[in-house]
């Protein structure tokens, strides 16, 4: 079945400094991908949807120049958190849409869990 | 506005119990309705996808239905387990792109 992975699945880092997470497609090749947060007991939301090639779609209230996304490849999609607060810290899904099947089929990565100490 | 509910917040049950739970969404107009499964600290992980044009998918001792026109859908368990425990979120796609996501059902099955 179709596999997405998330690196690292759990990282902890300094106030200040940047972090890089990974959404990687495995077996499909995903012209769109989709970022979302979840905050503690609450429920996932929608960050940014990531296109191969072009410049990332952010949701009202994201900002770009923070959640750096880059979608360089069919295969891959990165999410940079500069500048890291410990309000951004929360856990991070990516969704991979298949570009060969229908719309609306997406595959879930297992998630990052992001610590800014 | 597109939402997605899902009540009760909480539920916990003796083993062996069948229960439902619900999720209901704004505007009926769906592309796809999926559930999910989410243990504490850990990623998503699908249960059953539902179409548009579909009424209901079943998979093992789980069943899901979808009513489009009163904008709800169900998760049947039956015969719960104590490894049931989890939460369980709803999620509405209603273009072919984002998932909306309820906040979720907590449910605990007491051996």
């Known amino acids: 079945g179709a596999v997405v992975s998330q690196h690292p699945s759990r990282v902890i880092c300094k106030s200040g400094t940047s972090v890089k997470i990974e959404c990687r497609s495995l077996?499909?090749?995903?012209?769109?991908m989709f970022w979302y947060r979840q905050f503690p007991k609450q429920s996932l939301m929608l960050m940014a949807t990531?296109?191969?090639?072009?410049?990332?779609?952010?949701e009202q209230g994201v900002e770009k120049d923070k959640f750096l996304i880059n979608h360089a490849s069919l295969t891959l999609s990165t999410l940079t958190v500069t500048s890291a607060h410990p309000e951004d810290s929360s856990f991070y899904i990516c969704?991979?849409?298949?570009?060969?099947?229908?719309?609306?089929?997406?595959?879930f990565g297992p998630g990052t869990r992001l610590t800014v100490t | 506005k597109q939402e997605v509910t899902q009540i009760p917040a909480a539920l916990s049950v003796p083993e062996g119990e069948n229960l439902v739970l619900n999720c209901s969404f704004t505007?009926?107009?769906?592309?796809?309705l999926q559930w999910f499964r989410q243990d504490p600290g850990k990623g998503l992980t699908s249960l059953l996808l539902?179409?548009?044009?579909?009424r209901e998918q079943t998979s093992g001792r789980l069943n899901a239905s979808l009513d489009k026109s009163s904008g709800r859908s169900t998760l049947y368990i039956a015969a719960s387990q104590p490894g049931d425990s989890a939460t369980y979120l709803c999620?509405?796609?209603?273009?072919?792109?984002?998932?909306?996501f309820g906040t979720g059902t907590s449910l605990t099955v007491i051996p």
């Open positions: 969704s991979a849409r298949n570009r060969d099947r229908a719309l609306g089929e997406q595959y």
């Open positions: 077996d499909f090749q995903a012209t769109t």
């Open positions: 990531s296109n191969e090639g072009s410049k990332a779609t952010y």
């Open positions: 505007d009926s107009a769906i592309y796809n």
């Open positions: 539902i179409q548009s044009s579909q």
């Open positions: 999620a509405v796609n209603w273009t072919g792109n984002q998932f909306y």
